[in-house]
C-alpha cells in the first residue's frame, strides 16, 4: 500500500488499556478512566482500573478508595488514641476561679485622675547657672512642649505609678481608690468631699487637690533617692456618671447587672494592676501588659536561668486579666513570661574605660569622635536608651555653695544644719531615667565637645574648664561627646551609666536559648505548677488577696481543671499507601498525584558556591524528586550551569538584593530556561497553557527538533513535501507509533493531544515511539519519507519567552545566603510578578537530609489548571460534610504596618479541589483599618467565588469564612461591617445568573459560617496526668478540643455582653498541631455566624481537617492552611510595597476612595496625575490574569 495512497485507516492507538498510565497518575488523574494507584481506581470515587502502571503494577492501598489493602495502619485505631477520642482528656488551665462569699453587692463609683506639676516659685537669677542646664553657644534651646503633650498620666507610666502609690498611701486611712497609674480610677467607697474637685469652684479647685511628693526618676526607698531632686504634684479626683452596681449570686453576676459587666471587668483588670503596683513589681513601660518581679524573687523563681545574657538579667514576668464564663463564672487568667533589663544588679558606664567602648561601640578615648561611620553607630546604638547621670562634686564646689547659701539665707535659725543638710544632698549630682530621643531640633550628641562652650560669670568656657571652675570636677576624658540626656540638659559621657530599663528586642542567641531552657524546665503541668507558684510568691498574694478583701472576694490557689474532647483525626494517604499520623506528623515516601517538571532554573544569591557544588545538591534534589513520584527531568549538573543565575560580579557582599535586581534576575531565569527547554533533549509530551488569540488556553506541547509543537484538538502542526514530487506540499498533524511496519501503522498510531495518557505509558514503559505525520484526508507518512518538514505558524499564539510557553520554567529554585525574611519576600514578590513558581531554601550543610522535605513542596506548587499533583489527600467525616453541603471554605488574614496612618495588605486563600490541597488567592492594599472595608470585600469574595465556579463547574451552597484575628471588642463591629456585607455578596453572586458558568442554576437559600480565629490569646491547655493513657506527654494531643463553659469566656465590649445572632453558643478553643516541648499555643475560634442548623460538632471537625491540607508540611499546623497562606501571603506583600512604590509593577491596581466597588487598572501612573505622589493609594494584586493561569502557592 502506498503512503501517499489515502488508506484511512483508524488511530486507535496503542498501550497498555485505558487507565494504566503512571502507577494512576495519569490514567486515572481527572476521574475519567480506572486504574491502579493510591487508593486504586479514581482519584476522585471508587473503583479499580485495568493494566500496569508505571512501577508494573498496584501500589499499596489499591482497590477500593479508602478500604484498600496493603495500606498500613492508621493512628486512629490504636487504643491510646481510640480512647482518647472516646472519652476525653482532663486538662488544666490557666485560670484560676474567683470565690464570691456568699451574696456580694457593691456599689463602684468611676473617677477621672487628674495630675499635674505643683506650681513652683520663680527661679533665683542671682544664682550660678547649674551642671549641664547651660546651652552650647551653638545650640539654640528647643522650644517647650505644649501643656497638654505634658499630660503625666495620660497613660500608666512608671512616674504616674509612683506618684499615685504615694497618694495611696496618703490618703490609705480616709479612703481607699483601686488605680493602675492612668486615667481611671475606680473605689467602692464614697468619697470625702473634700477629695471631690467637682464639688469645688475652679478658682478654688487647688483645695481638692492631694499634693504628692516623689523622687524624681526613683521610688523614695532607692539607693539614689537622698541624692536626688523630689518634685511635687497635685492629684485631684473627679467622679464619672453615677455609680454603678453589681451583684453576684452564686458565684455569677445577677441578670439586672448584665448590662454593667464591661465596667466591672475593667475594674478588676485595674484591682490587677494595682496589686502588683503594690507589690512592688516592675515595668518601665507605659500601660504594660505585664509587670515583672524584682531581682529577689526573680533570682527564687528562675533559679538556674536567672544568668546574664547579651549584658542584661532576666527578670520572671506575670500577665493577669480577667475573664468572665459562659456559665457567669469568673476567673482570672494568668501567665508568666521572660523579660531582659539592662543593669539589674550592677551600676554599668556608658562609657567603659576597660573595654574602651562609647554605648558598646570601641572608640580611642584620647581623642574626638570624628569618623563619621562611627557617630552613626554610636547613635544608633543610644536610640531611645534609658541612662543615669552621676558624679561628685569637688571641695572647692562646697565652699562656693557654702558662701552662696550664706549669703541667701542670712538670719535663718539652725542655719548651720541646714546648709551641711543642702550640701550633702548637692553633693553627687544625680539625675535619673532619663531618656535618649532624638529632639525634633538640634542633635543628641556633640563628637567634638571643644567646638562648643558654656557661659559662666561672664566668660566662655569649654566643657573642660566649665566643669573644673563651676563644680570643681576634672573630665578624665574630655574628648569624648556630651550628650543630650533632656531638652537642655548636656552631660559629658563619662557621668553616664545605663539605667535599669527592659531590654529592647532582646533576641540574642543566649537569650533565645535561656527562654528555650525555660520552657523546657516549665513545659506541660510544670508550667501550671509554676504559674501557681508565682502567684504564691510572699511579696504578691498577700497585697492581691487584701485587695480582693475589701470586696469579698477570694481567689482559689489552684486552676481550673476542664474537660476537653479530643477529635477524630482525618485519613491520610499518600502514594505508598495510608499514612500512620505519629504526634501530628506523618511520613510521605511517594507523592499522591505528580506535577511536572521539565524545566527549573536556579537563583544563588550566595555569591560564593561554584557552579559544581550547586549541580550538585540540585542534582541530588531531582533525584529524590524522582524517587518520590514526581515527573521530572534528571538534569545533569552541565545542564544546571545553564540555567543558574548569580549574582552580578561587583555585587558588594552581604547587601540585599533590591526589586529591581530581583525583578532582573527574574526575567534572566525564564529566558534561560526556555532556551534550555527548547535546546535540551526533553521529548516527552507535557500539558501546558498558553496564550492563544489573548486568552490563556491549554494544550499539549511535545518538544521537537529544538523548537515546540503545539496540539489544540484538531490544528495541523507542520507542513511536509513529497520526496517524490517536490512541488507539493501538504499540512500533516505531527504524531507518535510504536510500530512502522506498513501493516497496522493505524492501530498503533497515537496523538499526543486526543491520547495523551497512551503515550505516556508507552514513554514511561521504555516503549520506543516514531514520528508519524498524519495527513488531513488520514495519510499516514512515516518521518522517513516527509520532505523538509516546516513547522507551521499557529495564528494568534505567542511563542515569546515572557508568555509563551506559561509554565517555564516549572519551579525557581531560590538559594538564600540566610534568614533575612525581607530578601525573601523581595525574590518571592519579584517571581511572583513574573508569574514564576519558586521554592526558597537557605543555604547550609544541611541541604541533603532537607531534600525530601522540599521535594514534597516542589509537587505542591507545581499544581495548576491540568495538573492537579498534591502529595497525599486527606479524607474523613469533614471531607464528606463539605462536600456534601458543597462548601466553599475562604479565609483572610491582615498585615499592616507601623503608625496609625500606615498601610494594610489583606490576602484571602480558598480550596479549590475537593481534598482542600489546593488554594487560589486573592489580596488587596489599602489604607490601615482595622476592618475589611466594603470594596475589599466585594473585590475578595467575588474573585474566590468566580475561580471557585470555574474550578468546580458548579455553585458553592454554603461559603465558610475564617478571619484570622480579632480582639473581643471588635467582634459586634466584624459581624456589622464585615459578615453582613459577606452575606450580601454571596448572596448576590448565587442567585445571579451572569458567571463564568451560566448554565449552571442559580443557589436559592445560600448559608454562611463565619469565624474569627483568635491567635493571641492567653488561655493555655496542658493535660492533667492520667495513668490510663500512658502516651499523653507534656503537651495535649493534637485535635484536643476544649468547649467546657468554665473556659470559652463571653464576648465582652463597650456595650456590655454580646450574644450575637445566629451564633449561639458555639465558640472552640483548639489545638490543632502536636508540639515537642509541652507549650503548644492554642487558637480561640469566636463562631460569629453559624450557617447550618446543629452543625456544631461539624464546623469543629471541619476546621480541624483543614490543618491537614497544607500542603507544604507533613505535620498539622496551628491554623487551617486557608489561613496559612493568607498570612504569609500578606506578609511577603507588606515587605514588598516600599519598593512598590518606588517600582509600580506591572500587576498594580489603583481605585478612588469611594466603595463603588469599581477598579480601575493601570500599568502606571495615570495620565490625568502629573505627580506620581498623588496617585491613590489603594492597590490590588490578585490572581494572576497572565501570565500565569493557575498556580495554587504562588506566594506560599
Known sequence: MSYYGGNGGGNSGYGPPRGGGHAGYYGNHQGRHGGYGPGGGDHYAPGRGRGGGRDGGKRPGGGDDWGGHGGKKHQGDTAARKRLEDDGLQ?????????????????????????????????????????????????????????????????????????????QAILRDEWFFYTDGAKTAYSVDAIPEKYDVSKFKDEDRDAAGVVVEVSDGCNDDDDDAPHVISKKYIVWFEPVGEPFRIVITDGKCDPSCVENMPRLNNFLHQVLNNACMMSKLISTEKNPERYYFPVPASRNLLGRHFQEKNKSHPLLGLSQSVSVAVDGSMQIQSDFSLGWFESALVKKRLLDPQSRTLAGVFVDLERPITDLKKQEEIKAALNMLLLHSRYERGPQWEADEENFLREKYQGKADLDKFIQNRISKMRVAVQLNRRIIKPKTGEIVFFVPNDYTFSFKGEELTVERYFKARYDVTLRYPNMPLIRIRRQDYMPAEFLFYAFDQQKNANSDDQKQTALQLCDDYCGPKRVSQIERMNREPSFEPVLNELLSKLQIGKESKCLQAKARVLEEPKVAAGDGMKTISKGSWDCKQVNASGVLHTLAVIDLTGKHTNERNGHDIASLMQTCERQGILCHLFRRDEIEQVTVTLPRDFPQGTRVDLGLARAMAAEVRRKAYQFFLSANYTRPFKTTVRFLGELKECVALPFDGELVFYFADNSTHEIGNPYEPHLRYNARLCLSTSLEEEGLA??????????????????????????????????????????????????????????????????????????????????????????????????????????????????????????????????????????????????????????????????????????????????????????????????????????????????????????????????????????????????????????????????????????????????????????????????????????????????????????????????????????????????????????????????????????????????????????????????????????????????????????????????????????????????????????????????
Request: one cysteine or more; proline letters at 7%; charged letters at 25%.
Open 91 to 167: 486538662v488544666f488551665t490557666n485560670l484560676f476561679p474567683l470565690v464570691f462569699k456568699g451574696r456580694v453587692e457593691l456599689t463602684i463609683q468611676q473617677f477621672t485622675i487628674t495630675i499635674e506639676n505643683a506650681r513652683r516659685k520663680k527661679a533665683d537669677t542671682n544664682r550660678p547657672v547649674d551642671a549641664g542646664k547651660a546651652v552650647p553657644a551653638l545650640e539654640p534651646a528647643p522650644p517647650r512642649p505644649e501643656e497638654s503633650d505634658r499630660e503625666i498620666n495620660k497613660a500608666s507610666s512608671p512616674l504616674s505609678r509612683r506618684i499615685l502609690l504615694k497618694c
Open 747 to 1196: 492501530e498503533h498510531l497515537l496523538d499526543p493531544c486526543r491520547q495523551f495518557d497512551e503515550v505516556e505509558g508507552a514513554l514511561a514503559q521504555g516503549i520506543r515511539l516514531y514520528r508519524v505525520y498524519v495527513l488531513e484526508n488520514r495519510t499516514l507518512i512515516p518521518e522517513s519519507l516527509a520532505a523538509t518538514p516546516f513547522l507551521l505558524p499557529i495564528e494568534g499564539l505567542s511563542l515569546h519567552s515572557v508568555d509563551g510557553i506559561i509554565d517555564c520554567p516549572s519551579v525557581v529554585l531560590v538559594r538564600l545566603r540566610d534568614k533575612d525574611t525581607m530578601q525573601y519576600s523581595i525574590l518571592k514578590y519579584a517571581l511572583y510578578e513574573a508569574g514564576l513558581q519558586s521554592q526558597c531554601f537557605v543555604d547550609g550543610d544541611k541541604f541533603r537530609v532537607l531534600t525530601r522535605n522540599l521535594a514534597i513542596k516542589i509537587n505542591a506548587k507545581l499544581a495548576n489548571s491540568i495538573y492537579r499533583s498534591s502529595s497525599w489527600k486527606v479524607h474523613g467525616k469533614a471531607r464528606n460534610w463539605l462536600e456534601t453541603n458543597e462548601s466553599l471554605v475562604i479565609g483572610y488574614a491582615f498585615a499592616s504596618s507601623q503608625g496609625e496612618d500606615g498601610t494594610m495588605v489583606v490576602a484571602a486563600s480558598s480550596c479549590v479541589d475537593e481534598e482542600g490541597l489546593c488554594m487560589r488567592h486573592a489580596n488587596i492594599v489599602l489604607r490601615k483599618n482595622p476592618y475589611l472595608t466594603p470594596v475589599a470585600a466585594d473585590k475578595l469574595i467575588t474573585t474566590l467565588y468566580d475561580l471557585y465556579v470555574k474550578d468546580r463547574k458548579k455553585r458553592p451552597k454554603h461559603l465558610i469564612v475564617y478571619r484570622c484575628n480579632g480582639q473581643d471588642s471588635q467582634l459586634k463591629e466584624i459581624v456589622e461591617r464585615e459578615l453582613t456585607h459577606i452575606e450580601d455578596i454571596f448572596r448576590k453572586k448565587s442567585l445571579s445568573s451572569k458567571s463564568d458558568m451560566p448554565t449552571l442554576d442559580p443557589v436559592s437559600n445560600p448559608k454562611v459560617t463565619f469565624l474569627v480565629a483568635q491567635t493571641l490569646t492567653k488561655v493555655k491547655l496542658v493535660p492533667a496526668p492520667d495513668h490510663r493513657i500512658p502516651t499523653v506527654g507534656n503537651n495535649v494531643p493534637s485535635g484536643t478540643c476544649v468547649t467546657d463553659t468554665r473556659v470559652i469566656s463571653q464576648i465582652i465590649d463597650g456595650s456590655g455582653i454580646q450574644r450575637l445572632e445566629g451564633a449561639g453558643n458555639c465558640d472552640f478553643i483548639l489545638v490543632p498541631q502536636h508540639g515537642l516541648k509541652g507549650t503548644s499555643k492554642p487558637v480561640y475560634y469566636r463562631v460569629l455566624k453559624l450557617g447550618i442548623d446543629k452543625s456544631e460538632d461539624s464546623i469543629r471537625d471541619v476546621t480541624y481537617s483543614l490543618s491537614f491540607r497544607y500542603a507544604t508540611a507533613t505535620k498539622v499546623p496551628r491554623l487551617p492552611a486557608v489561613l496559612l497562606y493568607s498570612q504569609r501571603i500578606a506578609g511577603v506583600i507588606l515587605a514588598c510595597l516600599p519598593a512598590l512604590r518606588d517600582l509600580p509593577g506591572p500587576e498594580a491596581m489603583f481605585v478612588e476612595e469611594s466603595d463603588q466597588g469599581y477598579f480601575r487598572r493601570h500599568r502606571h501612573v495615570p495620565d490625568d496625575q502629573e505627580n506620581p505622589e498623588e496617585a491613590p493609594d489603594h492597590m490590588v494584586f490578585t490572581h494572576m490574569e497572565g501570565p500565569m493561569p493557575f498556580h495554587p502557592h504562588l506566594l506560599a
